[in-house]
């Protein structure tokens, strides 16, 4: 069955699609923030997805964390949410979409080990004055409160 947001390409196409979505900020012992590499090339993301019709933003950011990295979380705090022009994206297919996010705290309960989707290249914690430049403009405050 299509995803929801394939259903509303066919009939919109390529025209601009707002699209409510979660991101999850993740921390080590450390303090470390952990972020994913896309396997498509993209860069450096926080482990986010969509919300699709029916589905909570706690179930969404839960279940887009193990699919992406593997790790069992719990969604506490929400950190904010963000929007706006700074927020479009445009798929490398010409689809552009601007995302409205609702950014969770979430605490790791159990790493199985493996991520089970095809989106992720790697995984890797970065330390605040280390991390990469992000596809979306997350304020830094939020992503180390």
Request: proline share 7%; glycine share 10%; with cysteine.
């Amino acid at each position: 069955m299509p995803s929801y947001v394939m259903e509303l390409r066919g009939l919109i196409e390529a025209r601009l699609l707002l699209l409510p979505s979660v991101a999850a900020v993740i921390h080590d012992h450390a303090g470390n923030l952990l972020l994913q590499e896309k396997a498509s090339g993209e860069g450096w993301s926080l482990p986010a997805g969509a919300i699709e019709p029916g589905e909570t933003p706690q179930e969404v950011v839960i279940g887009e964390v193990a699919e992406e990295t593997g790790l069992i979380v719990s969604a506490h705090d929400i950190l904010g949410v963000f929007g706006g022009r700074g927020f479009r994206y445009t798929y490398p297919n010409g689809h552009p979409v601007e995302y409205v996010v609702t950014l969770f705290k979430c605490q790791v309960l159990q790493n199985t080990g493996a991520w089970t989707d095809n989106e992720t290249k790697s995984l890797r914690y970065f330390a605040k004055d280390d991390m990469p430049s992000l596809a979306l403009p997350y304020p830094v405050s939020a992503l180390f409160a």
